[in-house]
């Protein structure tokens, strides 16, 4: 297996060449390429080893010399024993939560009304994502940064968007100016498909920060699908209510 880490300290091809052979001094390393101009490390190993393996061999040439795991390989690893199911149980959870609780409500009219679902299920989708946002606004912010378009730009965009999330969700929960409340979902959704689509497409192996910095969770098609309904449930709500 084949793993790459952030590995910072070093300033020459001195620092370089030290390095790359502490750490293929390890059992199980079978060849290492480290870069300066990158700080980063590229272990190949038999078997799995430790961060604190690779910075106990390194703290031997001071205490200069940190090694981190890098985001994509860490994502990588997280998910390698995991299958598809376990992987995504926390937001597949979420959803089937909401279906099923919104269909009750509309069970107890006795009536079903398709856009009065779509607003119980919007209200439920952000006030629940928000939530977990909120639960670490700053941990979200930093995982945000890493693709959506804006938030790469402007980091403080993270803690506005929670705020969106948080204000659409009240907003679809006591149907507030329909009109305004489904172009805002529809804008701020459109937006925030985009980095997830270029992540995706590019396959990238990057944390999604969907329900904030609580599971982690891969970016996939599965977060594609995910903003991709709530797009069209704003859409089609807001062409309903226009017309």
């Known amino acids: 297996m084949k793993h790459t880490y952030t590995l910072t300290g070093m300033t020459c091809t001195s620092c370089e060449s030290k390095v790359t052979s502490s750490l293929n001094a390890i059992e199980g390393v079978k060849d290492v390429s480290v870069n ?9 190993m038999d078997s799995h080893i430790s961060i604190a393996k690779f910075q106990e061999e390194l703290n031997q040439l001071g205490d200069k010399y940190k090694i981190s795991m890098d985001v994509e390989t860490h ?40 856009m009065r679902w779509m607003r119980h299920f ?6 629940t994502f928000s939530f977990f946002k909120m639960l670490n606004l700053e941990g979200f912010k930093e995982s945000y940064q890493m693709y959506d378009i804006i938030a790469r730009r402007i980091p403080v965009w993270g803690y506005i ?32 498909i985009i980095g997830v689509l270029q992540t995706v497409l590019d396959k990238k192996a990057i944390k999604c920060a969907c329900l904030g910095d609580v599971f982690n969770l891969p970016m996939s098609t599965v977060t594609i699908i995910e903003d991709g309904m709530m797009i069209l449930m704003s859409g089609i709500m807001l062409v309903y209510h226009v017309l």
Do not use: C, H, R
């Open 75 to 114: 994502m990588e690893e997280m998910t390698a024993n995991k299958s598809w199911w376990e992987t995504y149980k926390p937001v597949l959870m979420i959803f089937f939560y909401l279906l099923f609780t919104t269909l009750a409500i509309e069970a107890a009219t006795q009536s079903f009304d398709a």
């Open 36 to 44: 300066k101009d990158t700080n980063s490390a590229e272990i190949e």
């Open 122 to 127: 919007m209200a439920g989708f952000f006030l």
């Open 161 to 192: 968007y929670a705020l969106i999330e948080l204000t659409l969700g009240f907003a679809f929960l006591v149907n507030f100016n329909p009109v305004i409340t489904n172009a805002v979902a529809l804008i701020v959704m459109s937006i925030s």
